[in-house]
């Protein structure tokens, strides 16, 4: 039975007596909870907000809305790290309910400036007549971790030829000046970017649309962060209406970057290369990075995507957060890598191989499990194919594999268990030429994170298998490979 607007849109204490109670229970019980990964406690989890660092620690929020998995009114959840791997809740950071975010506090982000976290975010409102109205609106935290938002919004209107998709602003500071990047859709219905210019964060002027070679590419773009590696300039965003093409662009939405000279913030001209998918996965949406006190360019992403169903729906909770991945820059390309805090995760026990396939299949002791991080290094000898099976049994399997006929890394989850929008396919690929391969896995419950060769591609994906499914095999067709592979549980 579909909800009315009255019944997505309640805040959590117009909760039915007993009714997060009952909700607390369901998703208990749920056998798709992961071990590892940042997840709802209850309800639907999306975007990441608020990425930073302040007081000392890493401080993250999410979009949340706390009583179903539909998108309803959503709220800020806190969480906190000292490391990046061991995360606490904090409660919820920003709640909605002012004439500026009456119907949910959305994305944003957050920037330390004069002993205070500021976090800009976007006020999501509906009239009578049931027209969105998006605010930019201002949240500060105190040295006590106490946060108020503003009375009144900082950017209070959508400039003339903009639609009101309007939303996810993304600060930044250069000099004596602040800025940030909101993403929009043109009353002619394509995508870009605008750009604001502070110098109090209270009163924001618009300079105007930030202006790329990418004139129409897709309806709308969400999510923009733009930020300076190794002297380039890096814009990330979320493209919808992208076309299928090729091994592209097959998700619903997609994420992605482009890399060029540094934004020139008076001309707005941001010359840049190709626009990159940043993960070749199924799941991957909404990333957020921030800078930390070491100086690495830290990633974190919603593992879901907009407008689909998933099999944990039922359950009454929906999506996770990837792991914090470090951003280098290598040959015009982004790099992802697991942070090394990660390894604070792993449990004492150690499983090591070294083998040799020859046109075969093989399981080993010790490598089974369901929650756990597995590195494994390949040397194709004359073998057409390498491949991994995990959280495999009888009836399921999640592969990755590389083709050395078609030269492609390839991610297949249609045996994986519950499927998930097979409608945009059950295999993921990319082009590859290499023979030595490392895969570097990070399995749990409900997904998978896979990185090769150090994050020169990523594949992040939910799965859904049953939790008898936890062997791991690895095989060789047509030839033969010469492997090694170590293994670490994380519960």
């Known amino acids: 039975m579909k909800m009315t607007r009255e019944q997505k849109y309640r805040m ?5 007596p007993g009714e997060i109670a009952s909700l607390e229970k369901k998703v208990e019980q749920c056998h798709w909870r992961q071990a590892f990964h940042i997840q709802p406690p209850t309800g639907l989890l999306n975007d990441p907000n608020g990425f930073s660092y302040y007081q000392g620690e890493y401080h993250l929020f999410y979009q949340w809305f706390p009583l179903g998995t539909d998108h309803g009114m959503k709220y800020w959840y806190h969480l906190k790290s000292k490391d990046l791997a061991t995360w606490n809740g904090a409660g919820i950071g920003i709640a909605p309910g002012d004439y500026f975010d009456s119907h949910g506090a959305y994305s944003g982000s957050a920037l330390e400036h004069e ?20 605010y930019q609106c201002m949240a500060v935290m105190d040295e006590n971790g106490h946060i108020t938002k503003w009375e009144h919004p900082v ?40 750009l604001y210019r502070s110098t109090d964060l209270h009163s924001w002027e618009f300079e105007g649309e930030l202006r790329t070679g990418l004139e129409s590419f897709g309806y709308m773009w969400e999510c923009p962060d733009y930020f300076e590696l190794n002297e380039a300039g890096v814009l990330i965003f979320c493209p919808q209406g992208l076309e299928p093409s090729g091994d592209e662009n097959h998700n619903i939405y997609q994420s992605g970057y482009v890399i060029g000279k540094p934004l020139n913030t ?30 690495r360019r830290i990633m ?7 407008d689909i169903d998933y099999p944990t729906d039922p359950n009454g909770w929906a999506h996770c957060l990837t792991l914090p991945r470090e951003l280098t ?48 290094e390949v040397d194709l000898l004359s073998a057409k194919v390498f491949g991994i099976e995990f959280r495999a049994s009888e009836t399921e399997k999640t592969v990755i594999k590389y083709n050395a006929v078609s030269r492609k890394l390839v991610l297949d989850r249609s045996q994986s268990g519950e499927p998930v929008a097979t409608s945009y396919g059950v295999v993921r690929q990319c082009p590859w030429d290499k023979d030595h391969i490392k895969l570097h896995l ?18 992040t994906s939910r799965i859904f298998p049953h939790p008898e499914s936890d062997e791991i095999r690895f095989f060789a067709d047509k030839g033969e490979a010469l492997f090694q592979a170590v293994k670490w549980d994380f519960t």
């Open 115 to 134: 002993g205070k976290l500021y976090m800009l975010y976007t006020g999501n409102a509906r009239d009578e007549d049931w027209i969105r109205h998006p």
């Open 442 to 459: 990070f399995v749990d419950a409900s997904s998978v994170e896979i990185f090769v060769n150090d994050g020169e591609e990523v594949f």
């Open 155 to 194: 950017i209070s209107n959508v400039p003339e030829g903009y639609t009101d998709h309007f939303r996810d602003p993304k600060l930044w500071k250069d000099g004596d000046s602040f800025y940030c990047v909101i993403g929009a859709q043109r009353t002619n219905l394509t995508g870009c970017a605008v």
């Open 329 to 376: 820059l290598h040959e015009g390309k982004l790099l992802q890598r697991p942070i090394p805090e990660l390894t604070t995760l792993r449990r004492n026990r150690e499983d090591r191989v070294a083998d040799t396939l020859f046109s075969e299949s093989k399981t080993y002791e010790g490598f089974t499990g369901t929650a756990y991080e597995l590195i494994c």
């Open 266 to 295: 008076g001309t707005r001209i941001l010359e840049h290369g190709p626009f990159h998918e940043l993960d070749r996965g199924f799941d991957f949406y909404a990333p957020q990075t921030m800078i930390d006190p070491q100086g």
């Open 300 to 306: 974190v992403a919603w593992m879901g995507l907009p």
């Open 12 to 16: 959590i204490e117009q909760a039915e």
